[in-house]
């Protein structure tokens, strides 16, 4: 084993570098693109010092993923992305200070109102079908009505 583990290159870590910064594109995390870049700083140091055993190859790429997750995930964390569209993909948040009329009648605290072609559950104070409501919150799928 030490024969084919002795033998290993810069380009052997660009490589993986290549695999892993490919999966990236298919996973929903940034892991696989931090480990690449790590195996691409780790190919780098063996190609200008040479000479580096497998261990050693090992052991830096293994510190540098973890430390890059980690320093990503500090770092994302303390510096959120601001978005023009905060709401994008929360759909019932967007519906927050709407006003709409009852679908169904709520009975016992739960109802339905339709929102742009969209049945959504409703939980409030009982109210019959027709009344204007005012959707004051989400929780989940699920929204809260007032009396509008």
Not at 10 to 21: N, S
Not at 53 to 64: K, T
């Amino acid at each position: 084993m030490n024969g084919i583990l002795g033998s290993i290159e810069f380009w052997h870590w660009w490589v993986l570098a290549a695999l892993l910064i490919a999966v990236e594109v298919f996973a929903p995390t940034t892991v696989f693109l931090w480990t690449g870049i790590s195996a691409i700083a780790v190919g780098l140091v063996v190609l200008v010092a040479g000479g580096i055993g497998w261990e050693i190859q090992v052991f830096l790429f293994a510190v540098l993923s973890v430390a890059s997750v980690f320093a990503w995930r500090y770092y994302a964390r303390w510096r959120p992305t601001v978005s023009e569209d905060p709401l994008l993909n929360r759909r019932a948040e967007q519906c927050v200070g709407r006003l709409v009329v009852l679908e169904q009648p709520v009975v016992n605290g739960q109802g339905a109102i339709n929102v742009d072609g969209t049945t959504w559950k409703v939980e409030g104070k009982d109210f019959v079908a027709g009344v204007r409501v005012k959707v004051v919150g989400a929780d989940g799928a699920i929204l809260k009505v007032e009396e509008a």
